[in-house]
């Protein structure tokens, strides 16, 4: 008996599941366009934070200065991805341009 209540539990459980990976579908309603946005505007946030930083250690003489060279590095970084992204988009568009339909 307990295994049949087990077993039970097991597709209540699985239905559940089902129905918030459903809703959360239903809310994420993002598109590509607003994925490509959002990593653009972290990589404008990154580049703000580091020249703040940089500003900071500058103006105000601060011994921040190891927090100011890991901020440079990973805005550095972030906007190095962002070019590898974009140019496998532009190769990924003139890929499908060459496409013959």
């Known amino acids: 008996m307990t295994e049949i209540n087990n077993i039970n539990s097991l597709s209540t459980v699985r239905e559940l599941a089902n129905r918030k990976l459903q809703d959360q579908n239903k809310n994420?309603?993002?598109s590509f366009g607003n994925v490509?946005?959002?990593y653009l505007k972290a990589v404008d946030k990154d580049s703000k934070i580091a020249t703040e930083?940089?500003?900071n250690v500058l103006v105000n003489k601060?011994?921040?200065i190891h927090e100011a060279m890991v901020a440079l590095e990973e805005a550095s970084i972030s906007f190095q991805m962002m070019l590898e992204v974009r140019n496998k988009l532009l190769e990924s568009y003139q890929?499908?341009?060459r496409m013959q339909v």
């Open 95 to 97: 890929e499908l341009k």
């Open 36 to 38: 490509i946005k959002d």
């Open 28 to 30: 994420e309603t993002s």
């Open 53 to 55: 930083k940089v500003q």
């Open 62 to 64: 601060e011994e921040n």
